[in-house]
């Protein structure tokens, strides 16, 4: 897959569609209404500053969390957010988050912190660049899944740590665009440093034996995968 490829097939995804279409609309309430220059950047630069630590909360302790099957209405919830990425991770349709699950977000991680400091103006630019740079993150999220060989050390390095999070242990490299807080937490590893493959890298500890107590993911999936994806019959 070359640059120009990837770039079609992302910015041809609905979710990213929208959320470029919100953030003119954000940045339009601005204008309207805009706030004066130092707390519009105060919030601009809060607001892109945070994003990654909400996103490693969410990914290490919501996303793969081993609570959400257990709770019924949830479950539908945490199978199409995660679950279905881990096991397929480099599938299109399930590479992007649900609009249902990640507007929200956004909205929560940022226009409250940008109104306490610019009102409405400061909410609109904060809510602005968390939208884009979710689209950043979800750029990035796709070159580290789909078929292109990244040209910087950067890229490339950040793919190689996220693969392994696919792959061989999903107990760590949380990041995406950023492993600094991986790094705060102790979650950060290299393959050599964890010798041994995470049995449930592919189902999230959603095992067969956890099916049977709590079915719904596995009613909604067709059984339990244990497999690598790259190997089960189509």
Request: net charge positive; with cysteine.
């Amino acid at each position: 897959m070359t640059l120009r490829e990837l770039v079609i097939a992302y910015a041809q995804y609905p979710a990213i569609i929208a959320y470029t279409l919100l953030a003119l609309v954000a940045i339009g309430l601005y204008v309207e209404r805009p706030a004066p220059l130092l707390p519009t950047v105060t919030a601009v630069l809060a607001a892109a500053l945070i994003y990654p630590f909400i996103w490693y909360v969410l990914h290490r302790w919501v996303l793969h969390s081993r609570w959400m099957f257990k709770i019924a209405p949830l479950a539908a919830t945490w199978k199409r957010i995660h679950y279905d990425h881990h096991q397929d991770p480099n599938h299109l349709e399930v590479l992007f988050g649900a609009l249902h699950t990640t507007l929200p977000t956004i909205a929560i991680a940022t226009a409250p912190l940008g109104y306490a400091i610019g009102g409405f103006g400061g909410a609109c630019a904060a809510f602005a660049t968390g939208l884009l740079t979710t689209c950043f993150y979800e750029f990035c999220h796709c070159i580290q899944h789909l078929a292109y060989k990244p040209k910087s050390k950067w890229t490339a390095e950040m793919k190689r740590r996220h693969m392994a999070h696919h792959f061989h242990d999903e107990n760590g490299n949380y990041g995406i665009t950023t492993f600094l807080w991986d790094k705060l937490f102790g979650t950060f590893y290299d393959r050599t440093e964890r010798p041994e493959k995470s049995p449930t890298v592919f189902n999230l500890g959603y095992t067969p034996e956890i099916a049977r107590r709590w079915p719904k993911v596995a009613e909604l999936s067709g059984g339990v995968e244990t497999a690598h994806p790259r190997r089960r019959e189509r």
